[in-house]
């Protein structure tokens, strides 16, 4: 999920992690950050559960259709938003990650869900979560947390099928997990960034995700605030792989990294991620050559949505994608305070992006926040997937606009 500022910050609160880590920001927590929502620690070490009868389509699974209410995916109850999409190369098949809300806004538990479909994006089939929200008990918690209700949060997952890695590890999910405290100030924030990591899963196939054990990827300055932090968060799910602030300088006031975006391009895998700073929300670009991960550079600044419109305060929420040409594209969610406000279209090159190429769907008014897009040549059906925000239930929505960007 991205931004919204209706008692929540979906995808980013920072006022909690900027006091804990001591910094004075020119922005509130809401403004620095896009709105995410929450999702949750794996109840089952990762092991699926389903929420509706799961086989193929053709052996008597239940599907779910396309429609244009924006309520056409399983969920935990409040709706279904930032997907993430990738086709199986060896059977046309595609496959989607998402996020499914328990709860209202802001508030509720939120899981990884993944589905599949063999018709275009016009059915999905297969519901199963791959990472479960599951609340935190008080010996669990972090110190001088104790005493609040707490939950882990799994979202904005990012899945992409890795032609350059080993045949074992081709089918990848990125999401960002973080630590959610009911601590009843509104000074603090309920999403403390500090105790957080971008994870990540990798396997022979997309089903087998849910299976394979979940790696502390990469990890940003909030990770880092104190030794007992570092100390807690190594305990859930090992060292981080990468520490970020060691692939670059430039990087190392980035307190938490989000809303990733991957495609395998040239030989690696090109990563997008949202860095949230004092200085705002902006997009930076990362390759992933074997073990090595490297900075390419930031492409899009604060200082680059303003240009766009002054009213523009950042950018987040890439989407990754090879278009029928072969060349690589990313949809992006412009960000105005607290909201994101549809969908751009970017080329790539380099480190760097062209663009914007198009306005793939406007803001719509009639929503508290749209946008957040994911495609695929696969969604030949569907077309692009694009995501609003309600503040009737089921607040979560996603559409198919019926073409590619």
């Known amino acids: 999920m991205v931004v919204l500022g209706v008692a929540w910050s979906m995808r980013w609160r920072l006022v909690g992690l900027l006091g804990a880590l001591a910094v004075s920001c020119g922005n509130d927590d809401s403004s620095a950050a896009g709105a995410v929502a929450d999702a949750g620690v794996d109840a089952d070490a990762g092991g699926q559960?389903?929420?509706?009868?799961?086989?193929?389509?053709?052996?008597?699974?239940?599907?779910?259709?396309?429609?244009?209410?924006?309520?056409?995916?399983?969920?935990?109850?409040?709706?279904?938003?930032?997907?993430?999409?990738?086709?199986?190369?060896?059977?046309?098949?595609?496959?989607?990650?998402?996020?499914?809300?328990?709860?209202?806004?802001?508030?509720?538990?939120?899981?990884?869900?993944?589905?599949?479909?063999?018709?275009?994006?016009?059915?999905?089939?297969?519901?199963?979560?791959?990472?479960?929200?599951?609340?935190?008990?008080?010996?669990?918690?972090?110190?001088?947390?104790?005493?609040?209700?707490?939950?882990?949060?799994?979202?904005?997952?990012?899945?992409?099928?890795?032609?350059?890695?080993?045949?074992?590890?081709?089918?990848?999910?990125?999401?960002?997990?973080?630590?959610?405290?009911?601590?009843?100030?509104p000074n603090t924030g309920d999403r403390r960034f500090e105790y957080g990591w971008l994870?990540?899963?990798?396997?022979?196939?997309?089903?087998?995700?849910?299976?394979?054990?979940?790696?502390v990827f990469l990890a940003a300055g909030g990770y880092f605030a104190s030794s007992s932090t570092q100390a807690y968060n190594a305990g859930i799910a090992g060292a981080p792989l990468h520490r970020l602030s060691d692939v670059s300088a430039e990087v190392a006031d980035c307190i938490a990294v989000t809303e990733p975006a991957?495609?395998?391009?040239?030989?690696?895998?090109?990563?997008?991620?949202?860095?949230?700073?004092?200085?705002?929300?902006?997009?930076?670009?990362?390759?992933?050559?074997?073990?090595?991960?490297?900075?390419?550079?930031?492409?899009?600044?604060?200082?680059?949505?303003?240009?766009?419109?002054?009213?523009?305060?950042?950018?987040?929420?890439?989407d990754a994608y090879i278009d029928a040409q072969g060349e690589p594209r990313l949809l992006i969610s412009p960000v105005a305070g607290e909201s994101y406000k549809g969908c751009l279209l970017y080329g790539v090159s380099g480190g760097s992006l062209t663009g914007p190429l198009a306005v793939v769907k406007e803001h719509t008014e009639s929503s508290l926040l749209s946008g957040v897009c994911a495609y695929d040549p696969g969604l030949t059906a569907s077309g692009t997937l694009f995501g609003e925000i309600h503040a009737d239930t089921p607040q979560f929505r996603l559409f198919g606009l019926g073409s590619a960007p």
């Open 49 to 185: 559960q389903d929420a509706t009868p799961d086989a193929d389509a053709d052996a008597g699974e239940v599907c779910t259709s396309l429609n244009d209410t924006g309520v056409w995916l399983p969920d935990d109850g409040n709706g279904a938003f930032d997907p993430s999409v990738a086709t199986d190369p060896a059977t046309g098949r595609v496959w989607m990650s998402y996020s499914s809300v328990d709860g209202l806004v802001g508030e509720g538990r939120v899981s990884t869900w993944l589905v599949h479909s063999d018709d275009g994006g016009a059915t999905w089939c297969g519901a199963a979560r791959i990472n479960a929200a599951e609340d935190v008990s008080a010996p669990d918690r972090p110190p001088g947390l104790e005493g609040f209700p707490s939950h882990w949060s799994h979202e904005v997952s990012a899945l992409v099928f890795d032609s350059s890695a080993p045949t074992s590890e081709r089918w990848k999910l990125f999401w960002h997990r973080y630590l959610h405290v009911n601590d009843a100030d």
């Open 262 to 318: 991957a495609v395998a391009l040239d030989g690696s895998l090109r990563i997008w991620l949202g860095c949230a700073s004092t200085g705002g929300l902006r997009i930076i670009s990362l390759q992933l050559s074997g073990s090595n991960l490297s900075y390419l550079g930031t492409p899009l600044t604060p200082t680059d949505a303003k240009a766009l419109n002054p009213a523009l305060t950042g950018f987040n929420a890439a």
């Open 199 to 215: 994870a990540m899963r990798a396997a022979a196939s997309a089903e087998a995700l849910s299976q394979a054990p979940e790696q």
